[in-house]
T-cell receptor, first 111, second 113 residues
Framework: DADVTQTPRNRITKTGKRIMLECSQT?????MYWYRQDPGLGLRLIYY???????NKGEISDGYSVSRQAQAKFSLSLESAIPNQTALYFC??????????FGSGTRLTVV | QKEVEQDPGPLSVPEGAIVSLNCTYS??????FMWYRQYSRKGPELLMY????GNKEDGRFTAQVDKSSKYISLFIRDSQPSDSATYLC?????????????FGKGTKLSVIP
């Protein structure tokens, strides 16, 4: 099994729909992150969590929410999806020794 | 000025060439310097990780950090088609219990057989 697992891998959804992206990890890391990646814009941080009780906004949190259900699980929700949220989404975990470990990504298309 | 600047390329080189990828940064507080490699449709994976100025080698890869010039480089010797990917620099610092990376936008590299 991968260290960081994201589901689904691909998703097409309609404008206005609520969608949840899920992430689970087996690294045992406390810190987890959600990024989106767009061509020419690189990785942009949406939310991060340093432990189950700690949730922080990143640089582009508007339109997104997160839930840290357990040390190993961190989900990202789009309450009402819009087309400019079409992107590649990555979950990552980290500790100081290992750096960041990324999942394989979720390719989300909002039509 | 952005905290981390990275030339987006694309960069195309023949097989066997030496490749130089670079990032500049403005925040002197950065303590950790990393390079990630991202293949198409995959997540970034850690390639090199260094804490200090100077060079660090791992096989065909050398990471170089010059803190005085706020400049980091990744050199790839004897480049192979399998090195074709996007390379992202990442810089970080820890403080007040936090640790977070700032990523460059990535340079897309193609190694032509």
């Amino acid at each position: 099994d991968a260290d960081v697992t994201q589901t689904p891998r691909n998703r097409i959804t309609k404008t206005g729909k609520r969608i949840m992206l899920e992430c689970s990890q087996t690294k045992g890391h406390d810190r987890m992150y959600w990024y989106r990646q767009d061509p020419g814009l690189g990785l942009r941080l949406i939310y991060y969590s340093f432990d189950v009780k700690d949730i922080n906004k990143g640089e582009i949190s508007d339109g997104y929410s997160v839930s840290r259900q357990a040390q190993a699980k961190f989900s990202l929700s789009l309450e009402s999806a819009i087309p400019n949220q079409t992107a590649l989404y990555f979950c990552a975990t980290s500790d100081l020794a290992d750096g960041y470990t990324f999942g394989s990504g979720t390719r989300l298309t909002v039509v | 000025q952005k905290e981390v600047e990275q030339d987006p390329g694309p960069l195309s080189v023949p097989e066997g060439a030496i490749v130089s990828l670079n990032c500049t940064y403005s925040n002197s507080a950065f303590q950790y310097f990393m390079w990630y490699r991202q293949y198409s449709r995959k997540g970034p994976e850690l390639l090199m990780y260094t804490y200090s100025s100077g060079n660090k080698e791992d096989g065909r890869f050398t990471a170089q950090v010059d803190k005085s010039s706020k400049y980091i480089s990744l050199f790839i010797r004897d480049s192979q088609p399998s090195d074709s990917a996007t390379y992202l620099c990442a810089l970080g610092y820890s403080g007040a219990g936090s640790y977070q990376l700032t990523f460059g936008k990535g340079t897309k590299l193609s190694v032509i057989p």
